[in-house]
């Protein structure tokens, strides 16, 4: 899919103008400020190559990049920069790469799904005019939307983990139910350390570009700014990670104490079963001289004397509170 967008020059100059391109000369026609390519097929990189002069390789996403190559400079003055971006679903959140390329003062954007930061940048430089100047505050913007989207899906773990708190510090909690939590807390995790990948990245990228001076005054601070945001969101996921090994915690102490009170059912049984077994045993001898084995009582005698040798310890056991 190809998305090309210009800037409104009119009245609300500084708003984003999304055009419609079904063909290399629907875009010879227009001059844009950014062009988003989502998983574009071989005929739409043929025409970014035609009408800017841009070779797109096909593995300019790829995962295998060298670290340093992932924000760079060439000589003839295309800036390219590799950004992951996040993407927060209840199915399978995950990190997906973006790669950006600014050239001849258009920025390019190449990505092999959509992605929430790129729809909530579109919705806002359609609707708010003097948004966007150039392509560097495109690209800036982006950043700036990542960062606040990280922030909500912050919150999301917040909101989770408090339901979790809920379940396992207020209520019995079963096996079952430590499991569910379990489940829930490893989900957590994982979002919150996706979360922290994703901003360390864009405070490199960010910091790359502040570097390479290609922002103005104002554009440095709005960087500095995306900067200072993040840092707060560094010590939030500090703050999450110390809350979910908590709740891990938490919740494991639960299973063992639940797997300790069985344990202690088979520990108790197993005690109160020995005095019967040892008069069974006796009774069991095979010698001679045992009074009451000729008795017509003996028998009902055993069986009354093992009864009571097991109700004697249960009542002990059950008055000190060990088998609750």
């Excluded at 500084?14 to 390519?37: F, H, K, N, T, Y």
């Excluded at 300019?60 to 993407?87: C, K, M, P, W």
């Amino acid at each position: 899919m190809l998305n090309v967008f210009t800037l409104d020059k009119g009245r609300l100059s500084g708003r984003l103008l999304q055009e419609e391109i079904d063909s290399a000369a629907d875009l010879a026609g227009v001059q844009p400020i950014w062009v988003d390519l989502e998983d574009p097929t071989a005929e739409e990189i043929g025409w970014i190559a035609g009408r800017f002069g841009l070779h797109i390789p096909g593995n300019i996403v790829d995962d295998d990049l060298e670290e340093s190559a992932r924000f760079y400079e060439e000589d003839n003055g295309e800036l390219h920069i590799r950004s992951d971006f996040l993407i927060d679903d209840d199915v399978t959140p995950r990190n997906v790469r973006v790669a950006f390329i600014l050239h001849n003062n258009v920025l390019f954007s190449v990505h092999a799904e959509d992605l929430p930061v790129f729809r909530l940048l579109r919705l806002r430089a359609r609707r708010i005019p003097a948004l966007i100047e150039d392509a560097k505050d495109v690209l800036l913007k982006l950043y700036d939307a990542d960062a606040e989207y990280s922030a909500d899906a912050l919150e999301g773990i917040y909101d989770a983990l408090e339901q979790v708190s809920a379940r396992v510090l207020k209520q019995d909690v079963d096996d079952a139910a430590a499991g569910e939590a379990l489940t829930a807390i490893a989900k957590e995790e994982d979002l919150n350390g996706r979360i922290r990948r994703n901003v360390m990245d864009t405070r490199r990228a960010v910091s790359f570009m502040m570097r390479s001076r290609m922002l103005n005054a104002e554009q440095f601070e709005e960087a500095r700014q995306i900067l200072r945001d993040i840092d707060s969101l560094d010590s939030h996921t500090a703050f999450l990670f110390d809350k979910i090994n908590f709740l891990m915690d938490a919740t494991v102490g639960f299973i063992n104490i639940n797997q300790n009170k069985i344990i202690k059912i088979f520990s108790v049984a197993s005690v109160a079963l020995l005095p019967p077994t040892l008069i069974a045993s006796i009774y069991g001898m095979n010698f001679q001289h045992m009074p009451e084995l000729q008795q017509p009582w003996g028998y009902p005698f055993a069986l009354a004397l093992m009864v009571a040798s097991v109700a004697a310890p249960l009542l002990y056991f059950r008055r000190k509170g060990w088998m609750r």
